[in-house]
């Protein structure tokens, strides 16, 4: 009896060990850049960031006007810029091979 309670225990912390260890895999890293070939404009100048916060590498300068393709929308670390000074929501971008984020309210789409 003391056995089956054991090996069901063991059981059941290995399962639960491998879903702690399945779900990291699963998720995508958050420094990589998803962009959708969607064209969008700077509407000021603003750093292509690695990831989604002013405390990331910045890999490059998005110029007031430049044209890029941009992708979707996602939460990421708070930014004073454009305007906003609680924003947080940043947008992925391919400026001239630059793969990186901006902050959402720098960009226009036409």
Known sequence: MMRKLLAGAATTVVAAAGLVFAAPAQAAPSDTAQ??????????????????????????????????????????????????????????INYQGIKGYVALYCITRP
């Open 35 to 92: 962009v959708r070939a969607i064209n969008c404009h700077a509407a000021e100048s603003v750093r292509i960031r690695k990831s989604a916060t002013t405390s990331s590498a910045a890999l490059g300068l998005f110029p007031k006007g430049a044209g890029a393709d941009c992708g979707g929308a996602i939460e990421g670390g708070t930014f004073t810029a454009c305007g906003y000074k609680n924003g947080y929501f940043w947008i992925a």
